[in-house]
């Protein structure tokens, strides 16, 4: 069982930056391919970004490529979503997940969830 726990949310104008944080309990954790998903309100929580156990390899959704890095510590058991260019459309609710070390981190499937951290983006 890893436990995830976020922070680096807040408000920000459009246009601004974010650095969004995940720390994990598990002392394995750079066994564990992870994850950042959001969840806008009335909408169904969607795919940002994913990272494998390295950190060598990244995917993400095409509404924030090129805008969003997803990167991780594996010293410091912490994975990071950094937000450049913020516009309305992307507030919501980051989640952080984690997969079970026997899938591939291209499959986009996670086992374990934090509680998630709100990001608001004004116009």
């Known amino acids: 069982q890893v436990a995830l726990v976020e922070s680096g949310g807040g408000l920000v104008q459009a246009g601004g930056s974010l650095r969004l944080s995940c720390s994990a309990s598990?002392?394995?954790?750079?066994?564990?391919?992870m994850g950042w998903s959001r969840q806008a309100p009335g909408k169904e929580r969607e795919f940002v970004a994913a990272i494998n156990r390295s950190g060598d390899r990244t995917n993400y959704a095409d509404s924030v490529k090129g805008r969003f890095t997803i990167s991780r510590d594996n010293a410091k058991n912490t994975v990071y979503l950094q937000m450049n260019s913020l516009k309305p459309e992307d507030t919501a609710v980051y989640y952080c997940a984690a997969a079970n070390p026997r899938r591939s981190w291209q499959a986009y499937a996670y086992d374990y969830w934090g509680q998630g951290t709100q990001v608001t983006v004004s116009s």
């Open positions: 598990e002392r394995t954790f750079s066994s564990y391919p």
